[in-house]
C-alpha cells in the first residue's frame, strides 16, 4: 500500500473544491429552470392559453413586438402605420391563446 504524501492531499483538495463548485453550479441552473418553467406556466394560465406551445409562445413574442412598434409608431405620430401593427399584434395574440 502506498503511503499518501502531500501532493495526494493537495489534488484530493483541489477535486473536492472542483466537484463543490459543479454541484453549486448544477443546483443553480436546475433552480434556475426550475423558477423559469413557473414563471411562463403563469403567464400561460394568466393569458389563457390552453396548451403553450412552441408556436404559441413565438407568436405571443411576435404580437408583443408589434404592440411595441405601435406604441414607437404612435409617438412617432404615424397614426396609420400605429394602427396597423396594433391590428396585427392583436390578432396574433389572439390567435396564440386561442
Do not use: P
Amino acid at each position: 500500500m502506498a503511503e499518501a504524501n502531500l501532493l495526494h492531499h493537495l489534488g484530493a483538495m483541489i477535486g473536492a473544491a472542483l466537484a463543490w463548485v459543479a454541484d453549486t453550479v448544477l443546483g443553480a441552473l436546475n433552480t434556475l429552470r426550475t423558477v423559469l418553467a413557473d414563471f411562463f406556466d403563469g403567464v400561460a394560465a394568466g393569458s389563457g392559453m390552453g396548451d403553450a406551445t412552441l408556436f404559441a409562445w413565438v407568436l405571443m413574442g411576435l404580437g408583443a413586438l408589434f404592440f411595441v412598434g405601435a406604441l414607437q409608431a404612435f409617438i412617432a405620430a404615424r397614426i396609420v402605420g400605429g394602427i396597423f401593427q396594433l391590428v396585427i399584434g392583436a390578432a396574433l395574440i389572439g390567435w396564440a391563446i386561442t
